[in-house]
T-cell receptor
Framework: DGGITQSPKYLFRKEGQNVTLSCEQNLNHDAMYWYRQDPGQGLRLIYY???????QKGDIAEGYSVSREKKESFPLTVTSAQKNPTAFYLC?????????????FGQGTRLTVV | SQQGEEDPQALSIQEGENATMNCSYKTSINNLQWYRQNSGRGLVHLIL?????REKHSGRLRVTLDTSKKSSSLLITASRAADTASYFCATDTGRRALTFGSGTRLQVQP
């Protein structure tokens, strides 16, 4: 089955810890994205990557880091610098930016600070 | 930045009725897309309308786009309880990632 997979589904983080959220796609898409969603809110862009070995900051990149070493993988690290990390994190991919095509989303990771 | 803003924020209707959601945005776009999200799940793409299109249909969905007013509407006809979800518009400028609005929460009562 082609698709985009996020893991884990639920993640608990202690204060001061870094955690990494996984996102893998087998759709052969060039572009990948990370969004954050707070309860009852829309999606805010954290980082995006248009091609392997390249990524750009989104609107709320502070306290987050990413890498894009492989086309199919775009992990997100939530660092201890992110003061309010509790949220629902969504990864997406698309054929590419500017291609007039839709994005495909994973099922999300719910991160809670304990 | 929230490029798209949906209206209303919440909508409750009876099964069989039509549901209309509106989206306004601020800058020029290549296309506008509508997505659906069931509670606690990822988003699912519904329909894409390009900037040179005015109306598009897909099953029970009808989308309109007015680029002069920078607005779009999503109409779901003959709604079903299974249509209960949040609906988001997203704008594509072709330069970066999609920008999403805050969504409309639709409740369809059986």
């Amino acid at each position: 089955d082609g698709g985009i997979t996020q893991s884990p589904k639920y993640l608990f983080r202690k204060e001061g810890q870094n955690v990494t959220l996984s996102c893998e796609q087998n759709l052969n898409h060039d572009a990948m994205y990370w969004y954050r969603q707070d309860p009852g809110q829309g999606l805010r862009l954290i980082y995006y990557s248009q091609i392997v070995n390249d990524f750009q900051k989104g609107d709320i990149a502070e306290g987050y880091s990413v890498s894009r070493e492989k086309k199919e993988s775009f992990p997100l690290t939530v660092t201890s610098a992110q003061k309010n990390p509790t949220a629902f994190y969504l990864c997406a991919s698309s054929i590419g930016t500017g291609t007039n095509t839709e994005a495909f989303f994973g099922q999300g990771t719910r991160l809670t600070v304990v | 930045s929230q490029q798209g803003e949906e209206d209303p924020q919440a909508l409750s209707i009876q099964e069989g009725e039509n549901a209309t959601m509106n989206c306004s945005y601020k800058t020029s776009i290549n296309n506008l897309q509508w997505y659906r999200q069931n509670s606690g799940r990822g988003l699912v793409h519904l329909i894409l309308i390009r900037s040179n299109e005015r109306e598009k249909h897909s099953g029970r969905l009808r989308v309109t786009l007015d680029t002069s007013k920078k607005s779009s509407s999503l109409l779901i006809t003959a709604s079903r309880a299974a249509d209960t979800a949040s609906y988001f518009c997203a704008t594509d400028t072709g330069r970066r990632a999609l920008t999403f609005g805050s969504g409309t929460r639709l409740q369809v009562q059986p």
